[in-house]
T-cell receptor, first 111, second 115 residues
Framework: QQKVQQSPESLIVPEGGMASLNCTSSDRNVDYFWWYRQHSGKSPKMLMSIFSNGEKEEGRFTVHLNKASLHTSLHIRDSQPSDSALYLC???????????FGTGTKLQVVP | GALVYQYPRRTICKSGTSMRMECQAVGFQATSVAWYRQSPQKTFELIALSTVNSAIKYEQNFTQEKFPISHPNLSFSSMTVLNAYLEDRGLYLCGATHRAGNTLYFGEGSRLIVV
């Protein structure tokens, strides 16, 4: 069964610092990744998606994808306390129509 | 914009009773709806994927007998948790998309508490 592994489980970064989150799929048929952010007591909201090798940047958020290793990473620069949340990685099989989620990385940005 | 309303937000039910939750898509056609459960430990499990005019696909460990789903049109889906027990506790989320496999828009979730 397809698995999506995320690391670290939790991360504490100082305000203004860089947060780096990792995600790897064990399914060679995965072709699309998403990063969602879930604030406490809320539902997940999509942050960024990526399906091509390389890098994608939107504001303070950058996503990398290495399709050969099925590894994606999310980097948040100039981290803010409002970035504190659970970050979920999801992956889709190219033959499937749904996303599987990892267990998430809990990010805490401390002032 | 795309919005998904999910209700009820929270239900407390006695062990062995059932809970029905509903998911309403606004502003787009919810061709596919994926139902997930997020456990108290935050693990995200896919329960089933429902696509209009197709059979509902349940994941391993989840069955139609326990989690019957209805998806009668492009804006509405419902799921029931039958005979709920402690292990069924969690936040049930519906994620809808207008095109299967694309970005999911999530409702705010229906939290099930079993006592």
């Amino acid at each position: 069964q397809q698995k999506v592994q995320q690391s670290p489980e939790s991360l504490i970064v100082p305000e203004g610092g860089m947060a780096s989150l990792n995600c790897t799929s064990s399914d060679r048929n995965v072709d699309y990744f998403w990063w969602y952010r879930q604030h406490s007591g809320k539902s997940p909201k999509m942050l960024m998606s990526i399906f091509s090798n390389g890098e994608k940047e939107e504001g303070r958020f950058t996503v990398h994808l290495n399709k050969a290793s099925l590894h994606t990473s999310l980097h948040i620069r100039d981290s803010q306390p409002s970035d504190s949340a659970l970050y979920l990685c999801a992956a889709r099989r190219n033959s499937g129509t749904y996303q599987r989620f990892g267990t998430g990385t809990k990010l805490q940005v401390v002032p | 914009g795309a919005l998904v309303y999910q209700y009820p937000r929270r239900t407390i039910c006695k062990s062995g009773t059932s809970m029905r939750m509903e998911c309403q898509a606004v502003g787009f056609q919810a061709t596919s709806v994926a139902w997930y459960r997020q456990s108290p430990q935050k693990t995200f499990e896919l329960i089933a994927l429902s696509t209009v005019n197709s059979a509902i696909k349940y994941e391993q460990n989840f069955t139609q007998e326990k989690f019957p789903i209805s998806h009668p049109n492009l804006s509405f889906s419902s799921m029931t948790v039958l005979n709920a027990y402690l292990e069924d506790r969690g936040l049930y989320l519906c994620g809808a998309t207008h095109r299967a496999g694309n970005t999911l828009y999530f409702g705010e979730g229906s939290r099930l508490i079993v006592v």
